[in-house]
């Protein structure tokens, strides 16, 4: 639901255009034409002088940030079991995600727990998100009409399961695949911003006729999919015994249209690829979200330099619940970490004075707002043409007394900020959280 207005916001303005350098402003206005930006200005040309203008003062303004893998279902039990497979306790699946997911089923619980989802999700710095729901197709259409009814905007999954599951949480192939095909015809345009993308939860949980029926309704309804990738070398080697042949992981999913060859694809981790992975996903333009958080916690870090310097795109995702915090400004710091221990592990070797390697600041930050938005068209970016999502942040609860730049400004929000920093969210022109000025 665009907003069909002009008017602007004017503060300091921050966005990246190219992944090398921030753009930063200490005093611009940024124009919203009809839910979609129509660029950033010093002064307001003629054409727009008398336009409403939102004075946030010093504040800082930046676009939305996307978060392209979590699992909305599994909020509630945030921030637990990480250790649990290391103590010898089981699986965190067993324990914590299927159980939770299981509740599901039930329409209230499903309800209680969306809402307050949606709640905390609206207090973060994230304007878009691919996300999971669970196997259950009434709580995932009312996941998409809580979301809808906040203003949000995102891919919404209603998950699909046929093998390798928990009792109550199994689907037949018919039933998975009937089920979702009743879905995408019930939601198609009914949620405006928020809409269905296809998603088998990986390769172990879905037979190969529930894939190739995933992927025919994929083309027919032209509908993007989602799923995880490589992920673990345990994932990979059950991968390789439940389906022998294959080159990479990815072929598994490439056989049947959802590895990107008929609609847009997302896949989260993509922690161990191949040669034959890293040029499927070049060749299919694999969208990678990347979960440094999560991925760290089984001591394992993404090839993401290799991945941008392949011209293989990318963003961040939460992976909520693999993660304690849905705040994307603590993906982007985590972004930052774990190629810096990449680089010190695989490139500097024993040369002391090596230039520090990994991802910049600029480099994180447009990960997680354009190059995530680009799985939307063009978002992420206060250019000309992009949807006009926005974050406005109020930082004097962590300033000090010395005169900041724009650049620092936005270093430290994403260091030491939190949900208290912010004032205002729009998305496409809407404002949905906050206050205008």
């Known amino acids: 639901m665009m907003e069909n207005r002009v008017f602007a916001l ?35 040309p003629a054409n727009y002088k008398d336009i409403q203008v939102m004075d946030y003062g010093s504040h800082v303004i930046i676009p939305g940030l996307c978060d392209l893998h979590l699992h909305a279902p599994q909020y509630g039990f945030r921030g637990l079991g990480r250790n649990i497979e290391a103590d010898g306790w089981g699986t965190w699946f067993d324990i914590y995600a299927f159980p939770e997911e299981s509740h599901y089923r039930d329409l209230e619980y499903a309800a209680r727990a969306y809402e307050r989802f949606t709640h905390d999700l609206m207090k973060t710095t994230t304007t878009r998100a691919v996300m999971f729901a669970t196997i259950h197709r009434p709580a995932t259409e009312l996941l998409m009409s809580i979301l809808y009814k906040k203003g949000f905007a995102a891919y919404v999954g209603k998950v699909n399961m046929d093998r390798n599951s928990m009792e109550g949480l199994v689907e037949t192939t018919e039933e998975s695949l009937r ?18 993308v296809i998603t088998p939860r990986y390769v172990p949980t879905c037979t190969n006729q529930l894939l190739e029926g995933l992927g025919a309704l994929a083309e027919k309804y032209n509908v993007p999919v989602q799923s995880h990738l490589s992920e673990g070398l345990d994932e990979i080697k059950w991968v390789n015994e439940l389906e022998p042949g294959l080159t990479c992981y990815g072929e598994a999913y490439d056989r049947y249209g959802l590895m990107g060859s008929a609609v847009p694809a997302v896949m989260a981790h993509c922690v161990f690829p191949n040669e034959a992975e890293m040029e499927l996903m070049r060749e299919r333009k694999v969208m ?36 304690g915090r849905l705040e994307m400004f603590q993906v982007v710091k985590h972004a930052i970490l774990a190629s810096r221990v990449r680089w010190a592990q695989t490139e500097q070797g024993d040369d002391p004075d090596a230039v520090m390697g990994g991802l910049s600041w600029s480099e994180a930050f447009y990960l997680a707002t354009k190059g995530g938005g680009s799985f939307w068209g063009k978002a992420g970016s206060f250019e000309p043409g992009y949807l006009f999502d926005a974050v406005v942040l ?41 206050s205008g000025k």
Not at 15 to 40: L, M, P, Q, W
């Open 10 to 44: 004017k503060g300091a303005v921050v966005y990246t255009e190219e992944k090398e350098r921030f753009i930063c402003h200490d005093n611009a206005y940024v124009v919203c034409e009809n839910g979609v930006s129509a660029g950033v200005y010093r002064e307001l």
């Open 179 to 196: 089920e979702t095909e009743e879905w995408l015809r019930d939601c198609r345009g009914l949620y405006g911003p928020v809409k269905p």
């Open 288 to 323: 990678v979200a990347h979960c440094p958080e999560c991925n760290m916690f089984a001591a394992n870090i993404a090839p993401v330099r290799e991945y941008l310097d392949s011209g293989i795109a990318v963003g961040l995702g939460s992976d909520m619940a693999g993660v």
């Open 394 to 434: 109020d930082d004097t609860s962590i300033a000090d007394l010395s005169r900041r730049s724009t650049c620092e400004r936005i270093e430290r929000l994403i260091q030491a900020g939190d949900d208290r920093n912010i004032v205002a969210k729009y998305i496409e022109g809407r404002l949905v959280y906050g």
